[in-house]
């Protein structure tokens, strides 16, 4: 198994279509195989022992890929938002390494031990001889190297093996599926999983990829109406933003499907969404299908959708529980299974929370230097907290790590804040536990407030009271103008409390 | 016969089918393309080789093929005129149920 042998797939079967555009440059599969043939040659002709791409969204990303599985040396998309420092110590973790990053940051990336520095547009103007070997088809070697985002701590770095990726992409990608004239506009960074498995599904289904070079509301909705995209993915944050522009705009209006007549599919991962922003960008978008992917960098991406027909069915529910699944993130792909489970590992019943634990062929579960999370059983614990309902549907309940545990009890965030959401006045929250002398930690809530409307912390108190229990209404309530996230949408819980700890009660 | 594991790519001896496997018994097996017990991707097709007519239904590239215990599957990753089959047993078609798209 290798990745080159999807794009060796695409290229007999579309090699003149464009396989992935940014700006007026583009490549088609046979010149995306053809460079990938190039720079396999001149890696296995160096000393390195990965390709790491420091970049935005740029042609290098598709082209460094798949010049990697060719080569046989591990991809390491860099996060282009690190600082020197941080950037040092992961580059350090890496060499030997070729690096192509942008003309502005190379200078001072070069003097460097172990570290080749190239430009992106040398490295794309680059010609020579193809390579001459095949590429290798072990199924265990090391295709990806992704650092995770380092929330919570120094960044781990996740591996992903050629058998995991290929899993995942024939279970859950048909071989062509795409139309001739679809296309897929991709702006997560290349660092997010979401970024690779956009790449890889997009030239399984022979579907051009649009590429993005840096995310704003404004720039997403100007492209996608000019490429006539087809196919996106977002996170939670920048359809809210997306909407939020097109309401102000306010001339975007759902008879022509807001201004987004061929945008069939929308999909939307890495985060919570917050219920009210689906809703808006359903009955903005009423002829897309929208789909929740759920899944994490060790899962090789998506492991549970939440598809079109769900969304529709739980949007013209009146019945709470239907409603609610609008909040799910579906049920597992058929190619992987899922439980949850208490702290001892065992299953529990339907609607009782726990840890989301998932097996299958593309649940990787492996840091480097540490070793494989999966158990003898091949479960990887996600540290996802979650429940599923009678059917199936998964309800993501936020990391088990940020379970406050107030007086011997366990209280997940993610339960407090929906609850929150669902009071008219509050626009978005955040619930994390604080050090509390008699009950060891204590609910605070950060509370971001719609425009316009307002409401006492008394009100939000007696709100979750009388929804949930009393130990769960917050003691400490805060009001600030946005909460702090990162990126790619995921909320930084740790400044959250330090926000807390600093400006205090 | 052969020992297959994932990843063994086989070719056809009498056609241009050839294919990758996803997923193998531990066993080994008698895949055959057009008749003809298929060969490593390198391996030089024996002398006289002909395609059967009988088992002349083609191969599709990017369709995987199963066999009837499910132990068996290949990824066609170059169509040919012969179809698949273990011994004379036909591979058949894994129909894939339609996912959304979800990157």
Not at chain 1, 193 to 211: C, E, F, K, P, T
Not at chain 1, 436 to 465: N, S
């Amino acid at each position: 198994m290798n990745l080159m042998m999807l794009l060796e797939m695409a290229t007999s079967g579309f090699g003149d279509r464009v396989a992935v555009q940014n700006g007026t440059s583009s490549l088609t599969y046979s010149e995306l195989f053809a460079a990938a043939g190039r720079h396999a040659a001149t890696l296995a002709g160096s000393n390195s022992e990965r390709l790491a791409v420091l970049d935005v969204n740029s042609l290098a990303i598709p082209v460094g890929l798949f010049a990697s599985a060719w080569a046989g040396v591990p991809f390491v998309p860099l996060n282009y938002r690190l600082t020197g420092g941080e950037l040092d110590a992961l580059l350090e973790r890496i060499t030997p390494t070729y690096l192509v990053t942008d003309a502005e940051r190379a200078p001072a990336l070069a003097d460097r031990d172990q570290v080749t520095v190239v430009e992106r547009e040398t490295f794309l103007g680059a010609r020579g001889p193809q390579h001459s070997d095949e590429w290798s088809m072990e199924a265990d070697e090391i295709a990806i190297l992704l650092f995770t985002s380092g929330t919570t701590g120094a960044p781990k770095a996740a591996v992903l093996r050629h058998k995991h990726l290929v899993s995942y992409i024939l279970g859950s990608v048909e071989f062509g599926a795409a139309d001739e004239n679809d296309a897929a506009l991709v702006c997560v960074p290349p660092y997010h999983i979401a970024g690779m498995a956009a790449i890889l599904s997009s030239v399984y289904a022979g579907r051009r990829i649009v590429q993005l070079t840096n995310f704003s509301a404004e720039n997403w909705i100007e492209t996608a109406r000019r490429e006539r995209i087809s196919n996106a993915f977002v996170v939670p944050t920048m359809l809210a933003r997306i909407v939020d522009v097109l309401d102000r705009e306010g001339t975007a209006t759902p008879a022509d499907n807001g201004g987004f007549p061929n945008l069939r599919a929308l999909a939307y991962g890495g985060g919570k969404m917050p219920q009210a922003v689906i809703e808006r960008a359903m009955r903005l978008f009423p002829t897309t299908n929208f789909t929740n992917a759920y899944g994490l960098t060790e899962t090789s991406s998506t492991i549970a959708v939440l598809g079109p027909e769900d969304h529709r069915a739980a949007a013209a529910s009146d019945d709470p529980p239907l409603r609610r699944r609008l909040v799910s993130v579906g049920r597992p792909l058929p190619s992987v299974e899922v439980e949850i489970r208490d702290e001892e590992g065992h299953a529990v019943a339907p609607g009782i929370s726990g840890e989301i634990c998932v097996r299958g062929e593309q649940v990787a579960g492996e840091y480097l230097g540490r070793g494989s999370l999966l158990g003898t059983d091949g479960w990887f614990p996600t540290r996802d907290g979650g429940s599923m309902d009678a059917e199936g549907y998964l309800f993501v309940e936020g990391r088990v790590d940020d379970v406050i545990v107030r007086g011997g009890e366990n209280l997940s965030p993610g339960e407090i804040e929906d609850t929150l959401l669902e009071h008219q006045a509050v626009a978005d929250c955040a619930v994390v536990g604080v050090p509390d002398e008699q009950w060891g930690e204590a609910v605070a809530a950060v509370v971001v407030l719609h425009d316009g409307k307002t409401v006492d912390a008394d009100e939000l108190r007696t709100w979750v009271k009388d929804r949930l229990r009393s130990s769960r209404s917050p003691q400490q309530v805060e009001f600030r103008a946005e909460l702090p996230y990162n990126e790619t949408g995921k909320l930084l819980r740790r400044k959250v409390k330090e926000d807390l700890a600093s400006r205090g009660a | 016969m052969a020992q297959l594991k994932a990843g063994t790519r086989l070719r056809s001896a009498v056609c241009a089918t050839e294919v990758i496997v996803t997923a193998a018994p531990a066993d080994d097996l008698d895949v055959r393309c057009g008749g003809a017990p298929m060969i490593g991707a390198k391996d030089t097709p024996p002398d006289g080789s002909a395609l059967d007519e009988q088992s002349a239904g083609g191969t599709a590239l990017g369709k995987r093929y199963v066999n009837e215990a499910g132990t068996l599957e290949v990824l066609c990753t170059k169509p040919g005129k012969g179809s698949l089959a273990v011994g004379t047993a036909a591979l058949t078609l894994k129909e894939a149920k339609p996912l959304p798209s979800s990157d």
